[in-house]
Every structure is written in C-alpha cells, then in structure tokens.
C-alpha cells in the first residue's frame, strides 16, 4: 500500500493538469477570499474559511481523486494492481492516500492563514473535526463519482456537477445561514458541513447543537460509498 502511495505521489506531481486542478485553482480561490476578507467582513470569518476550504475539497480532492482512479483504470493499472496480493481496499486506499494528505495539507495552510491575518477559530478541535468530516464527504463522493467516469478527460465532465453543487450549496449556507429552509440546506451535500465550519470558526453555538450536523455528511458519505460498491469498476468502461 505504501509503495502505491509513493508511485502515486510522483505521478501526482508529474501531471499538469492534476496539479492545476489540487493546487493552483483552490489556492487561487482561496487567496482571493483571504485578500478580500474585508469585503466580507459582515458574513463573518466563517464564510471565508467555508468558502476556502470547500474550494480546496471540491477541486483538490475532489476532482482529483475522480481523474486519478479513472487514469488508472484507463490505463490498466488498476486492473493489473487487482491481481497483486493487496486487497481492493489496500489499492484504493494506496492511489487516494497522497491525493487526501495534499489536500488536507492545503486546507491546514489556507485555514492556518487566514487565523494568522485574521483571528482565531472560536473551536480548533470542532473546526478539524468539521475538515475531517468534509473531506470523507467529498471522497466518498470522488470513489461514486469515478465508477461512472470512462477517461480523465471525462472527469472533467461527470465531476462537474458535484464540484458546482457543493460549492454552491455551501456558500449559499455561508452567505444566508440556516435561519431559513434550514432542514434543506443541512440535506444538501456539503451545506451541514459549511454550518459547522462557520459554527466552529464564529462561535456562539453550542457544541452539542453543532455535533449533530455530523449526521447528515456522515450520511452522505455511507450513500455514496454503497453507490460506489456498485459502479466501481477496475477495468475501463465501455
């Protein structure tokens, strides 16, 4: 499993349209926001960390995790590591592993940034936990995504609709709040998760109150996982 994480992270670093999509694109988005905080300011702090870290999730994670997995199926790679004695979840876990630690290293720098210009989440640990829970989300959903991605460059097409509903779905939730349609918007893939980013970030909620949006992005990460025990596959799609 190690020595798939390696090959995969000097791949990950080889290839110029993965390291546009993980890394200048969500740190473009992300810097703008941090610039432009003042212009922001009376969403408060919450709604830039939302929308910095959902940048980096949807497009670094995300996106990447979908043109990994569908790459390496293209190629055969997936099929060839299936017949190694390393278990499918081994494999997976292997490709995926650089792609999620980049990831979450981006969110950290951005996070971290915009603590330092700024000020302090009120709750660093329910603020990891929140990241935590995203990511799985958004993972969850690149594995679902990628059993019904042919190429790479169909990646760019079938992750698309994802990418612009989470994103959307959360700042709708950073710019709005859930005062209003509130059980919609913690449904919504990504919007229970921007609510306790922003909790976390801002404060004034209790964190039992807080917890209980772990449910619904939990949930979202158990249908997509049995969405992709479906339509994964490990030799290319027809």
């Known amino acids: ?22 890394f200048l694109i969500p740190a473009g988005a992300s810097a703008f926001f941090i610039y432009k905080r003042d212009a922001f300011a009376s969403l408060g702090l919450g709604y830039i960390a939302v929308s910095g870290l959902f940048a980096v999730l949807a497009m ?49 720098v951005i996070l971290t940034a915009l603590a330092v210009v700024s000020t302090r989440p009120d709750n660093i640990g329910l603020l990891v936990l929140a990241v935590l829970a995203a990511a799985a989300m958004l993972l969850a959903l690149g594995l679902a995504t ?20 989470v994103i959307g ?19 919504l893939p990504g919007g229970a998760a921007a609510e306790l980013v922003g909790n976390a970030w801002n404060g004034g909620v209790p964190v039992a109150d807080s917890l209980i949006l772990l449910a619904p992005t939990l949930g979202w990460v158990v249908v997509a996982v049995a969405v992709a025990s479906r339509v994964f596959g490990w030799e290319p799609r027809r």
């Open 1 to 22: 499993m190690l020595a798939i994480a390696r090959s995969e992270l000097i791949q990950i670093f080889r290839n110029r349209l993965v390291l546009v999509t993980m």
């Open 60 to 108: 670094g994670l995300y996106a990447t995790s979908v043109t990994t997995l569908a790459a390496r199926r293209q190629t055969l790679f997936l099929k060839r590591l299936s017949s190694t004695a390393v278990s499918n979840a081994g494999i997976l876990t292997g490709l995926l592993l650089p792609v999620v630690a980049l990831a979450l290293f981006q969110a950290a």
């Open 146 to 165: 990628a059993g019904l991605t042919n190429s790479p460059e169909h990646a760019q097409v079938t992750t698309l609709p994802v990418i612009l509903g």
């Open 169 to 187: 779905v959360a700042t709708w939730v950073g710019t709005t709040g859930t005062e209003e349609l509130t059980l919609l918007k913690r449904l």
